[in-house]
Every structure is written in C-alpha cells, then in structure tokens.
Nanobody
Framework: QVQLAESGGGLVQAGGSLRLSCTVS????????MGWSRQAPGQERELVAH????????TYADSVKGRFTISKDNARNTVILEMNNLRAEDTAEYYC??????????WGQGTQVTVSS
C-alpha cells in the first residue's frame, strides 16, 4: 500500500500562481506514475497532469497546457505541480494520484484550489 501526503493549494486571484506538492510513502517501488486530478462542484473528476516516475514522460489536460508544469523529485518521492496564470475555471478540489502496478490507482485526500476572478 502507498500513502499520499498533499500540501499546497489555497486562494489566489486570477492570473496568480500556486504550487501543489505530493509525497508518496509506503510500498513505493511499484508506483509507476504520479499526478493530479481535480473535481469541481457538479462536474466529473478529470486528469490534470501526470508523470512517469522512471522516464519522466508527462501528460497534461488540454485546458492546462502551457500554464501548469508537473515535475518529480525521485529522491524525495515527491511530485510538484506548478500552476501559473490561474483562471476561475481552475477552481476545484485537487487530488494527488499514484498508480501502483500491483494495486492500481491510489488517491490523496484532496486539497482545495480557489481562484477568484
């Protein structure tokens, strides 16, 4: 089993920046990808970005390309999501994810990001 510890998030004005951090612990050697998903009220949960821990390949939702950057620090088992030029529509609960090749997807408890326009 893996455990995910999220930090960051909060309230920011449109055009501002925030940084989300997620550290994985436990059975980490079978974690293949980590990333972030988000869910706004009344909407389905959607992938924001994820990164392959071994090779560093990344995937982004079209809505955040060019504004968000995901990176990893393997030594600290940590993934960072830098969010720039935030928009009101980025307001959501953001969840860290870790895909374990043996047990499937794991989810963090969520952190709120609110962008005021």
């Amino acid at each position: 089993q893996v455990q995910l510890a999220e930090s960051g998030g909060g309230l920011v004005q449109a055009g501002g920046s925030l940084r989300l951090s997620c550290t994985v612990s436990g059975r980490t050697f079978t974690v293949y990808t980590m990333g972030w998903s988000r869910q706004a009220p009344g909407q389905e949960r959607e992938l924001v970005a994820h990164i392959i821990l071994s090779g560093g390949g990344t995937t982004y939702a079209d809505s955040v390309k060019g504004r968000f950057t995901i990176s990893k620090d393997n030594a600290r088992n940590t993934v960072i999501l830098e969010m720039n030029n935030l928009r009101a529509e980025d307001t959501a609960e953001y969840y860290c994810t870790a895909y374990d090749t043996t047990t499937g997807q794991n989810w963090g408890q969520g952190t709120q990001v609110t962008v005021s326009s």
